[in-house]
């Protein structure tokens, strides 16, 4: 299920050498949600709601679903039915 978030930053974010603990695992956010950037802060969890074929536009704090649609992208599954 992809999302649009907005992000600001118009550049990369530099990780020393060092500074990430060598004997854990660090995890990096790929929902593009986190607070936390480039590091997963748990604020995936709200995507565990989305459903396939749909595309899911959240609040700028990335606490809230503010707009879904139909993914009509190439490739998109389809979008789900009202149900039974
Ligand atoms: S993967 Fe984005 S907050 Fe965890």
């Known amino acids: 299920m992809p999302r ?4 600001h930053p118009t550049g990369p974010i530099k990780i ?6 060598a004997d854990k695992p660090t995890w990096i956010c790929a929902c593009g ?13 709200i995507t565990r709601q989305e459903q396939p074929g749909m ?6 704090d990335g606490q809230t679903v503010v707009e879904t649609r ?3 992208s190439p ?3 389809p979008a789900p039915t009202g149900g039974a």
Not at 4 to 7: F, P, R
Not at 16 to 21: A, F, M, N, T
Not at 33 to 45: Q, V
Request: net charge neutral.
């Open 70 to 72: 139909p993914d009509d």
């Open 75 to 77: 490739g998109a599954g």
């Open 4 to 7: 649009i978030v907005k992000l």
């Open 33 to 45: 949600l986190s607070k936390k950037m480039p590091f997963c802060d748990g604020s995936h969890k």
């Open 55 to 60: 595309v899911y536009v959240y609040s700028q």
């Open 16 to 21: 020393e050498p060092g500074s990430l603990p």
